[in-house]
């Protein structure tokens, strides 16, 4: 017999887009790519998850078999601390700027040219955007608990952004190798804000 499933979690999984259904079928249950409906325990498991990841087949240890094209299946998981979409199609983050548990949010791998959408995730200590298409990095200058930030290998011109308010948490600053950014910058964040721009 098949387990009864409440509405809140019935409705909220009937409207995620099918590529959603898939990803959390096949990346979180670890069952075939089918867009069926898990159990309440399942669902209820996937709703209060602190951590979600989910890697496309070209990424490294992949759990998915196709790549995302959006962030939409997680916009109302408000529980989320850690977030891995990695090796995917995404394009946007506004989906995010609700999620304001959020901790750690890894994106590598994706086609992001903008970090617009994370500016009310205060609470962000490691954010990794790294192999991406973003050209600036002004969305993490209300950031300032971030630890870790990875925006290397980019298409940056600035690192406007970053500010003297970031320098007491931030320890690891990974911006080199992006082609596009000029020495003056990296000079400007290291002398002026003291921050080292490291090599990824």
Known sequence: MSQSTSPDARSWWLALEPQWQEAFNEGFFGKARTTEMPGEAELQNLLHSPAIRLIGPKGPYPNLSFELTNLSGVEQLSQLETLVVGFCQLSSLEPLAGLHKLKALFLFGNALESLDGIQPLKNMEQLYANLNRISDIKPIKSLTNLREF??????????????????????????????????????????????RCQQG
């Open 150 to 195: 990875y925006c290397n290998y980019n298409q940056l011109q600035s690192l406007e952004g970053l500010t003297k308010a970031h320098r007491k948490s931030m320890k690891k600053f990974v911006c080199l190798p992006n082609e596009e950014l000029p020495d003056s910058e990296i000079l400007k964040v290291e002398r002026q804000l003291l921050i």
